[in-house]
């Protein structure tokens, strides 16, 4: 019998495949969202993700021994999109992923809070994310989960604005529950 247990891990070389099919499921929502040629781009950016060495953590949730989830960690905020003009030097999680047939076991939660932890093990006092008015329900769980708008690190791209989150890590309820 296969548990409902989320177990979150470092990722490991023989997860490859895995996390791709993990962020093509979750993110295949948006294409109809997109034109077919800012699709193409996305999905593009979205899997060459996977090798980039500029990532310093990648992280997978496993539900039943299967790889369900997956989030990117990054240094800063030129590590993770080579905007060093945004002037974030914490860490940045990026890419966060639930297979759709996995959401609704917290995967999602256990993969924020493992990167808030390892970012406070690396010392860091703040972790950031950035996302858009498209991943509403993201929104609402980052929100609940106690990051606060960073509106100073916020930009566009095209006409998208791409809304900057930032957590606090000595106060985050997330660290204590």
Same mark, same amino acid.
């Given at each position: 019998?296969?548990?409902?247990?989320?177990?979150?891990?470092?990722?490991?070389?023989?997860?490859?495949?895995?996390?791709?099919?993990?962020?093509?499921?979750?993110?295949?929502?948006?294409?109809?969202?997109?034109?077919?040629?800012?699709?193409?781009?996305?999905? +593009?950016?979205? *899997?060459?993700?996977?090798?980039?060495?500029?990532?310093?953590? #990648? &992280?997978?949730?496993? /539900? @039943?021994? %299967?790889?369900?989830?997956?989030?990117?960690?990054?240094?800063?905020?030129?590590?993770?999109?080579?905007?060093?003009?945004?002037?974030?030097?914490?860490p940045i999680i990026r890419l966060l992923a639930v297979l759709p047939s996995a959401?609704?076991?917290?995967?999602?939660?256990?993969?924020?809070?493992?990167?808030?932890?390892?970012?406070?093990?690396?010392?860091?006092? +703040?972790?950031? *994310?950035?996302?858009?008015?498209?991943?509403?329900?993201?929104? #609402? &769980?980052?929100?609940? /989960? @106690?990051? %606060?708008?960073?509106?100073?690190?916020?930009?566009?791209?095209?006409?998208?604005?791409?809304?900057?989150?930032?957590?606090?890590?000595?106060?985050?309820?997330?660290?204590?529950?």
């Amino acid at each position: 019998m296969k548990s409902d247990r989320v177990v979150v891990r470092f990722a490991e070389d023989g997860d490859r495949e895995a996390v791709k099919q993990v962020l093509v499921a979750a993110y295949s929502q948006y294409e109809a969202t997109l034109s077919p040629e800012r699709w193409a781009q996305y999905k +593009t950016n979205i *899997l060459e993700a996977v090798e980039a060495a500029t990532t310093k953590a #990648r &992280l997978v949730a496993e /539900l @039943g021994g %299967e790889v369900a989830g997956s989030v990117f960690i990054y240094d800063n905020s030129e590590a993770a999109y080579g905007a060093p003009q945004l002037e974030i030097h914490n860490p940045i999680i990026r890419l966060l992923a639930v297979l759709p047939s996995a959401r609704g076991h917290g995967i999602a939660t256990e993969l924020i809070r493992a990167s808030a932890r390892l970012s406070r093990e690396w010392g860091e006092h +703040t972790l950031h *994310l950035h996302t858009s008015d498209m991943m509403d329900s993201a929104i #609402r &769980l980052y929100e609940r /989960l @106690g990051f %606060e708008r960073a509106y100073d690190k916020e930009f566009h791209n095209g006409t998208a604005l791409v809304k900057s989150y930032r957590l606090n890590l000595a106060e985050a309820a997330l660290l204590h529950a």
